[in-house]
């Protein structure tokens, strides 16, 4: 299988459970525009997972198209990493979670935009622009949470602590990638400790860094979002609207 | 202009029916095969995940049937990536007749400005506030006007 393949694979899983994981805050976030916000997002996400498992079908030549690859894979063969699975927790853990995701993808489809792969170059072009949507809107909760009341900041700090140890397994090296993300580690580095000193966060500790997820070894919430994600289409094969 | 390229230039968007898709630079080509008269439409989403492309593509379809082209073939492309600087002029008179501000220009090196001041589209002061960043659509944010207390939405840009 090509590494094209599989970083296509890799990222369009990422962005699917993403979408799925976000799509949970609809009707269900604090506020009215922060509802609309976070589907919004949960949008943009399903959009760039749409590109990426259509591409990931036609580079694996198995006839599987963007729905197959969605809704009759197990979690097993989901290659998504760990970060994007977890609950979504309080709002503050899901701010938390949006922050490295999208101070992940930033960097990782911008690097995306100038590689040799023109279809992924597309997708990399396309969705940067959108995730920097996503860096400032979590950027701007995490400092509003975390240098706002006692509370507030308490929270935030515990929805950071929660989420660190699973940004490692972004950046783990797969060195013949089209983009290596171990080379976007600085770059994430810089843009998160910036927020967080601005939030008058701390920076956690880094100790146990749980992976797998690449390798589809996931966490037991996958398996019900994927219950809940996949019931109807199988359920209903080739059913249309 | 051909009668193929007017009839799509006419689809107006499904979400902002103020404008056309060609006043928002959706729709990049219209080619005519002059032998075989067959019509292949490219276009180009807005946002990645825009729920608004299944109906225009449905509606380009539809036009270019009424106008002579049932046959005709709906090509979507992702690069280069759309930006809110295709906006035609018209298109942006219009947006704002509709009351949608208009977006501001886009930096080229593809970094998001900071938008300064936008002016409200009913009563032009620029004393303006953004609820959100998120609005009705993925393509536009929410704002209020503190002079005329209106909220109004932005094309943000892109």
């Known amino acids: 299988m090509s590494v094209n393949f599989a970083l296509a694979l890799a990222l369009g899983d990422d962005a699917l459970i993403a979408a799925q994981r976000l799509a949970e805050w609809s009707t269900r976030a604090p506020e009215m525009e922060e509802d609309i916000a976070l589907s919004n997002i949960a949008l943009d996400q399903l959009g760039a997972a749409r590109l990426l498992l259509s591409y990931a079908g036609e580079l694996e030549g198995a006839g599987r198209d963007e729905d197959a690859l969605a809704y009759l894979r197990d979690d097993r063969e989901f290659r998504n990493c760990l970060l994007v699975e977890l609950p979504n927790g309080d709002f503050a853990v899901t701010m938390a979670k949006l922050l490295v995701l999208a ?16 279809r992924l ?27 706002g009341t006692e509370e507030s900041h308490r929270r935030m700090q515990a929805g950071v602590d929660q989420i660190w140890p699973y940004a490692d397994e972004l950046f783990a090296a797969w060195p013949d990638a089209p983009v290596d993300p171990a080379t976007l580690r600085p770059d994430f580095d810089d843009t998160v400790t910036a927020v967080l000193a601005e939030a008058t966060l701390t920076v956690p500790e880094v100790g146990w860094t749980p992976a797998g997820g690449r390798d589809g070894v996931h ?3 996958l398996s019900y979002l994927l219950a809940e994600m996949q019931v109807l289409h199988r359920a209903h094969p080739g059913a249309r609207w | 202009m051909s009668r193929a390229r007017e009839a799509v230039a006419a689809v107006v968007d499904p979400e902002i029916r103020v404008v056309t898709i060609d006043d928002l630079g959706i729709l990049r080509s219209v080619l005519e095969d002059p032998a075989t008269g067959r ?24 036009a270019l049937a009424a106008a002579g082209h049932p046959d005709a073939e709906v090509r979507t492309v992702h690069s280069p990536a759309w930006s809110t600087d295709w906006i035609s002029d018209v298109g942006r008179a219009k947006l704002a007749a509709a009351g949608i501000a208009p977006p501001a220009p886009v930096r ?21 506030e953004q609820l959100s960043r ?4 993925a393509c536009k944010a929410l704002w209020r006007c503190r002079s005329c207390s209106e909220p109004f939405d932005q094309v943000k840009a892109l």
């Open chain 1, 219 to 221: 966490t037991e919430h």
């Open chain 2, 108 to 128: 080229r090196d593809g970094v998001v400005p900071l938008t300064l001041t936008v002016r409200c589209p009913r009563c032009g002061s620029p004393e303006t």
């Open chain 2, 134 to 137: 998120f609005g009705s659509t």
């Open chain 2, 39 to 62: 019509v292949v439409v490219t276009i180009t989403p807005t946002y990645t995940g825009c729920p608004a492309m299944d109906v225009i593509r449905a509606d380009i379809r539809r």
């Open chain 1, 103 to 118: 101070a992940y993808q930033v960097p990782l489809y911008t690097a995306l935009a100038g590689c040799p792969d023109e």
């Open chain 1, 121 to 147: 170059a597309a997708v990399g072009a396309k969705a940067r622009k959108e995730s920097a949507y996503h860096l400032d809107h979590a950027a701007l909760w995490v400092k509003r949470l975390g240098d």
